[in-house]
């Protein structure tokens, strides 16, 4: 059990390095639109923020979780299947836990995924200033180890 409380907590603070998730564009409409793409491998995590812009307004953000699992036993995985790490995740975030408006977990081919959409709107003001621009945004997310592109 304390292997599973060890790797929760890997999630947790990575996203606590970051301070906010980021917002996946599918369909960019008008050429004001730009996405912020930053991703990191921390501790066997592989971590991908997207922050959705239009003009300087972010509006949307998300974040995936990789997590290779195949070195662990079949009843391991099996404890990883029944463990809520969304829920982990948002118990452990209170400062974020309101801005949480979707969390998906999935164990798929040996592999632990989360993903998670993020309420804008419910972000904390001082993250929010951090993000006013893309560059800006992507400025303060390669200050804790992430590698940031951003797409127009």
């Given at each position: 059990?304390?292997?599973?409380?060890?790797?929760?907590?890997v999630v947790v603070l990575s996203f606590v390095m970051?301070?906010?998730?980021?917002?996946?564009?599918?369909?960019?409409?008008?050429?004001?639109?730009?996405?912020?793409?930053?991703?990191?491998?921390?501790?066997?995590?592989?971590?991908?923020?997207?922050?959705?812009?239009?003009?300087?307004?972010?509006?949307?953000?998300?974040?995936?979780?990789?997590?290779?699992?195949?070195?662990?036993?079949?009843?391991?995985?099996?404890?990883?299947?029944?463990?809520?790490?969304?829920?982990?995740?948002?118990?452990?975030?209170?400062?974020?836990?309101?801005?949480?408006?979707?969390?998906?977990?999935?164990?798929?081919?040996?592999?632990?995924?989360?993903?998670?959409?993020?309420?804008?709107?419910?972000?904390?003001?001082?993250?929010?200033?951090?993000?006013?621009?893309?560059?800006?945004?992507?400025?303060?997310?390669?200050?804790?180890?992430?590698?940031?592109?951003?797409?127009?």
């Amino acid at each position: 059990m304390r292997k599973y409380g060890i790797i929760a907590l890997v999630v947790v603070l990575s996203f606590v390095m970051v301070g906010c998730g980021n917002g996946k564009d599918k369909a960019k409409k008008k050429s004001n639109e730009t996405t912020l793409v930053c991703t990191q491998t921390q501790s066997g995590v592989d971590i991908e923020f997207n922050v959705g812009f239009k003009g300087k307004s972010v509006r949307k953000i998300d974040f995936n979780y990789d997590m290779d699992i195949s070195s662990y036993t079949d009843e391991q995985i099996k404890m990883f299947e029944n463990q809520d790490f969304c829920k982990l995740v948002k118990d452990t975030m209170s400062d974020y836990k309101s801005a949480f408006k979707d969390c998906k977990q999935s164990v798929k081919n040996k592999h632990l995924k989360l993903y998670a959409v993020l309420d804008v709107h419910k972000l904390d003001g001082d993250i929010s200033k951090k993000m006013t621009t893309p560059k800006k945004a992507k400025e303060e997310l390669e200050k804790t180890g992430y590698k940031c592109k951003i797409n127009k």
